[in-house]
């Protein structure tokens, strides 16, 4: 399907515009190259946006991540970029501002709670379901496999056994599960289907009753699990006089229907918080993981003239792929230099690869799933000797990464004010960044995880054994980009207060440091950073190695 044929379905069903996202039906999870409907559409290859064609024009919604981005990927004379967040009700507002009332949609793409909302928010628009206008693809058959609760933690009877507790007292019949990541992780499985993802995309119906578990997917094989084809729910549904609960937060308005009942997916809560073996693991696959970045930033110093974006690419794909129980990159490799980190979301390729230059500044942001844990970290280095603006304003993000790793916080405390603490420094200078200060990060699952994070608009409060990112920004169109991420879990302190305890185990580049901008307890912290560093990943180096990591890691 191509821009022009769904106009001339506009036409043939008499409306004027048609709404793409970035889901499938399995709504807020990733999904594959192939199957990013917006980027076969208009070459925006971003995680996140909502393209509307219509007869007085296309436009693209994307976030502050995508902003430069999207300029540089689709036909600005036939595209029109709106620099709003991609969800339905900022795409309603531009509908109702150019007199377009009559939109259609596919009804897999969007759930239930944003539909209804919407709705009465919008009377005038007249919303039609009418599938899907853009090329879809034939998943490949996958088997599906279970995760050893030496990893997990806790098998998934006793996840049963906790998530019932929380739904007996409802009085309902069945429980649908519509997220992907809430089956993936209640049943302990994992599938190879995503490139960087491990969950598996089915939905779970639980028979409250009688305990049995059915998945619904249509590409799915298993040994261990009930698995029918995605049309037997819907058949079930239509003949079901029952009670199910279900999240309409993730669930597709095309399965609305007079038997479900919205209930929130307590898996979701119950996830975040990880258990002791959990956290164990997430330690270790941190420290597997420093020592491969760790190899890598000793690589680049020896070795980055003549090399380019997609060289750091391989080289830490390759490096990673030596530690013990790697899977995967948890998202593809970020690698900008220059004027390219400035792109918050940049991802090099064949086009648009810059070769590493003297005085430049090299973004690298990277992860990697491992059987026991899942890493997200982003290091700025400088390549050669930095100017002193970039050594400042590298400074300034520090100072703000430091003002929420190192803060003591009550339980309950939101991610939106946690993020306040963040920006609060870089707003003295003048400085804002056009992304969360943090997300959180599952435990072999996806690297961005649900409810909790740190941003301005997250209200979740954080709880013990919580993982997320800190990550404060500065990015100069042009120039460069500057980024410090690491991950952490939360950890009551014997005040009662909850404190980040830092899980990343990569030196951050002291080039880069204008130490005098650094108050004494921000001093203390570096250095007690740096000290963990060294002690965790010493005695995986070879003498050479060592040597370069003391000397990262050495006291300012």
Aim: with cysteine; proline share 3%; net charge neutral.
């Amino acid at each position: 399907m191509s821009i022009k044929k769904i106009l001339q379905r506009l036409d043939e069903r008499n409306l004027d515009a048609y709404i793409i996202t970035h889901n499938n039906c399995f709504l807020g999870q990733d999904i594959s190259d192939k199957e990013n409907k917006i980027r076969k559409l208009c070459g925006f290859s971003g995680s996140s946006g909502m393209l509307v064609v219509s007869k007085k024009g296309c436009f693209l919604f994307v976030d502050g991540r995508y902003e430069l981005q999207a300029k540089k990927e689709v036909n600005l004379s036939q595209i029109t970029i709106v620099h709003q967040m991609p969800n339905l009700n900022n795409v309603c507002a531009l509908l109702v501002e150019n007199g377009l009332m009559r939109i259609g949609f596919d009804g897999w793409c969007f759930s239930i709670a944003e539909m209804q909302s919407i709705k009465l928010c919008y009377e005038n628009i007249s919303f039609s379901d009418v599938g899907n206008w853009a090329d879809g693809n034939t998943p490949d058959m996958l088997q599906i496999k279970e995760r050893e609760t030496q990893y997990s933690g806790e098998d998934s009877k006793q996840k049963c056994q906790r998530v019932f507790k929380k739904l007996k007292d409802l009085g309902a019949d069945y429980c649908l599960l519509t997220a992907a990541d809430s089956v993936s992780w209640l049943l302990n499985i994992y599938v190879r289907d995503l490139p960087y993802t491990p969950i598996v995309r089915g939905y779970a119906l639980w028979n409250l009753h009688t305990k049995k578990i059915t998945l619904f997917a249509d590409n799915l094989q298993s040994d261990i699990l009930s698995v029918k084809p995605m049309y037997k729910l819907a058949e079930f549904l239509h003949e079901c006089n029952k009670r199910i609960v279900c999240d309409f937060g993730t669930t597709p308005l095309r399965l609305l229907n007079p038997c479900l009942q919205h209930v929130k997916d307590v898996c979701q809560e119950l996830k975040a918080q990880k258990n002791e073996k959990e956290i164990w693991g997430m330690n270790m696959c941190h420290i597997r993981d420093g020592v491969a970045v760790v190899r890598l930033l000793m690589w680049l110093e020896k070795n980055w003239q003549g090399k380019t974006e997609l060289d750091v690419v391989q080289k830490l794909h390759e490096l990673r792929s030596e530690q013990e129980l790697f899977f995967s990159e948890s998202f593809a490799t970020i690698a900008a230099v220059g004027a390219n980190g400035a792109v918050v979301h940049y991802q090099p390729n064949e086009a648009t690869n810059k070769k590493l230059e003297q005085g430049k500044l090299l973004l690298i942001d990277s992860g990697g799933q491992y059987m026991d844990g899942t890493t997200d970290v982003t290091r700025t280095i400088a390549l050669g000797v930095p100017a002193d603006t970039e050594i400042d304003y590298f400074t300034q993000v520090l100072k703000a990464h430091i003002a929420v790793a190192d803060a003591q916080f009550p339980f309950a405390t939101t991610g939106q004010r946690l993020d306040a603490l963040a920006r609060a420094p870089m707003w003295k200078k003048g400085f804002d960044y056009k992304h969360g200060t943090g997300h959180g990060v599952a435990c072999f699952g996806n690297v961005h995880e649900g409810p909790i994070g740190i941003s301005e608009k997250n209200n979740y409060g954080f709880n013990e054994g919580m993982v997320t990112s800190i990550e404060p920004g500065i990015y100069m169109e042009n120039q460069f980009g500057i980024r410090i991420e690491n991950l952490y879990f939360t950890q009551q302190q014997e005040n009662g207060f909850l404190k980040f305890v830092p899980l990343t185990r990569v030196p951050i580049d002291k080039k880069l440091i204008n130490v005098n901008l650094l108050n004494a307890d921000e001093r203390n912290w570096l250095n007690g950073y740096h000290e963990a560093v060294y002690y965790w990943l010493q005695k995986r180096l070879n003498a050479e190695e060592k040597k370069w990591l003391r000397e990262a890691c050495a006291p300012i």
